[in-house]
């Protein structure tokens, strides 16, 4: 028996090795789905959630209006103003309201627009136009964090700069929770992990950045903060 297993092996761990080896080849391939992959609710969706909320539209310019939504509390201890990654809408990631939401915190979540069919500086105009909405609103910018996952981090922090450039009130803090904050893909840890991440590698995002923005963007501090 112990023969046997010996000669299965190596049998069984060439099937791991060319099993992995495929995946990674898939996902160089198709990571630009992976990253864009934007999903268009109808008009007359209804939202469906746990916790109590309210739906917002946001109109950003002549014929432009996006929607979000307002998870609130009473008494809350503030605002989260939180920035979806770059894939689906704001009806999926309406489950991670619940990580601020349990501490007490309102949060208002923005579908804004996502590339490829949106490109910069769309985004960024969608999250500075939320945020002056929730001011107008009267709600007070030291009760404000901007928080975002993935590209909603880099968006996140390109919108703190955007908003400090335009001499808007800036928010109590920001959150970037693995935020993409380098569209030239330059940065050491991109360089550090070229031969190990599985899923990413500098010439993948470089190509899902080109979706997002023009090459000549990509080093502006709105697209890269």
């Known amino acids: 028996m112990n023969h046997e297993l010996i000669a299965i092996l190596p049998q069984f761990v060439w ?93 208002v979540l923005v579908d804004y627009r996502l590339a490829p069919e949106h490109t910069y500086p769309a985004a960024v105009d969608d999250a500075v136009s939320a945020y002056r909405w929730l001011l107008a609103q009267g709600v007070p910018p030291a009760r404000i964090t901007i928080a975002g996952n993935s590209a909603g981090g880099g968006l996140a922090l390109a919108t703190l700069v955007a908003l400090r450039d335009l001499g808007v009130a800036l928010p109590c803090a920001g959150i970037g929770l693995s935020p993409w904050t380098d569209l030239t893909g330059s940065g050491a840890s991109v360089m550090a992990c070229a031969t190990t991440d599985a899923l990413l590698d500098a010439d993948g995002l470089r190509g899902s950045a080109a979706l997002y923005a023009d090459r000549s963007q990509h080093e502006h501090p709105y697209a890269s903060p």
Do not use: C, M
């Open 15 to 107: 099937y791991i090795i060319i099993g992995i080896a495929v995946l990674s080849v898939l996902a160089y391939f198709l990571q630009e789905r992976f990253i864009f992959k934007p999903e268009k609710l109808k008009q007359d969706f209804e939202f469906k959630y746990d916790a109590p909320f309210k739906e917002y539209f946001f109109d950003i310019e002549p014929g432009v209006r996006i929607n979000g939504l307002h998870f609130h509390r009473e008494n809350p201890k503030g605002l989260i103003l939180y920035f979806h990654g770059n894939t689906r809408s704001i009806k999926g990631w309406a489950r991670y309201a619940k990580d601020f939401y349990r501490y007490k915190y309102d949060v």
